[in-house]
């Protein structure tokens, strides 16, 4: 019987939105107080593909992403949920959010996204949190999945995946993973 080998080191990624724009730079210098340098970061773009969190965030949603420069351990996702949650809680007005922090990792074969919602494709991780296996990637690009975020097969949101997956393949090839 063979060893199992541990997994490889993933790309972290970190999807914002609120309807307050100042809040982009506030949240992207803390969270990379907490996770290290950033390697890319999105254009904005809107963020209007349901009116669930219209009244605890407010209208006219735009979201950004940010690629982090340091790889993390798979299992690390659970604690990074954690984190991120403290943070919004932390910008909150009267017990509502003014900005949604959504973790996830980049690998190889998928991007995963970090929830604390359980569903049956979610995959139970620990502290409350879950895998939501948002794409995979086929056949040269990503693949949305039935349950995939629309705005996540958008191919702004694409682009900027496969991006950050060819800085992932470059990060493995410089530390010879």
């Known amino acids: 019987m063979s060893t199992p080998k541990p997994p490889k080191p993933a790309k972290l990624i970190i999807g914002l939105f609120t309807s307050q724009k100042e809040l982009f730079q506030i949240i992207t210098s803390e969270l990379s107080q907490k996770f290290g340098a950033i390697d890319m970061v999105s254009k904005c773009f809107p963020f209007n593909y349901t009116n669930y969190y219209e009244e605890e965030i407010g209208s006219d949603l735009l979201r950004r992403m940010l690629l982090f420069k340091d790889l993390i351990a798979q299992n690390s996702l659970p604690e990074i949920k954690c984190t991120t949650n403290t943070i919004e809680k932390k910008y909150s007005k009267d017990g509502k959010r003014k900005i949604n922090i959504d973790p996830g990792y980049l690998i190889h074969e998928r991007f995963v996204l970090a929830t604390g919602k359980n569903y049956s494709h979610r995959i139970y991780l620990d502290k409350g949190i879950y895998a939501d296996l948002t794409l995979i990637y ?40």
């Not at 958008?154 to 992932?168: C, G, P, S, T, V």
């Open 138 to 177: 086929q056949k040269n690009s990503y693949v949305s999945l039935p349950w995939t975020y629309p705005d996540y097969k958008e191919d702004i949101m694409i682009n900027f995946l496969e991006e950050a997956r060819n800085k992932y393949k470059f990060d493995l090839q410089e530390k010879n993973l």
